[in-house]
């Protein structure tokens, strides 16, 4: 027989778990902010932002690629951008971008998501 006392305990204990639970998806769905030196092989496969101006770009059809630097340099490679992007991404422009830490011809870049002006 559930008593309010048993109903209390457990209501206490769900809402712990799914405060845990919403805490643990959080910190999978938001990226991590960093600077380009913090970037090591201990992030790969980690969402990152990093906040740089481009040095170097080149832009193709389906892609571009270029080079953030924020005292530290780190390539960055954005799949589809879009045409607003594809003007963000320009030499000389200061850009936010969120995206994915991974290993390319064992060099660390970043596989952008979202390229903004900052």
């Given at each position: 027989?559930l ?5 209390a305990?457990a209501?206490?204990?769900l ?24 970037i090591g ?7 990152v932002?990093?906040?740089g101006?481009?040095n170097?770009?080149?832009e193709?059809e389906?892609?571009v690629l270029f080079?953030?630097?924020d005292?530290a340099?780190i390539?960055?490679i954005k ?12 030499k000389?422009?200061?850009?936010l971008v969120t ?9 660390l870049?970043?596989?952008?998501e979202?390229i903004k002006?900052?």
């Amino acid at each position: 027989m559930l008593t309010e006392k048993h109903i209390a305990v457990a209501s206490l204990l769900l809402a712990i778990v799914g405060t845990g639970l919403l805490f643990l998806f959080n910190q999978a769905i938001e990226p991590r902010e960093v600077r380009i030196e913090e970037i090591g092989r201990g992030l790969v496969g980690e969402r990152v932002s990093v906040v740089g101006k481009v040095n170097w770009a080149m832009e193709r059809e389906n892609f571009v690629l270029f080079t953030l630097d924020d005292g530290a340099k780190i390539k960055a490679i954005k799949f589809n951008p879009s045409k607003e992007e594809k003007v963000i991404a320009r030499k000389d422009s200061f850009v936010l971008v969120t995206g994915k830490v991974q290993l390319y011809k064992n060099e660390l870049e970043i596989v952008a998501e979202e390229i903004k002006r900052w």
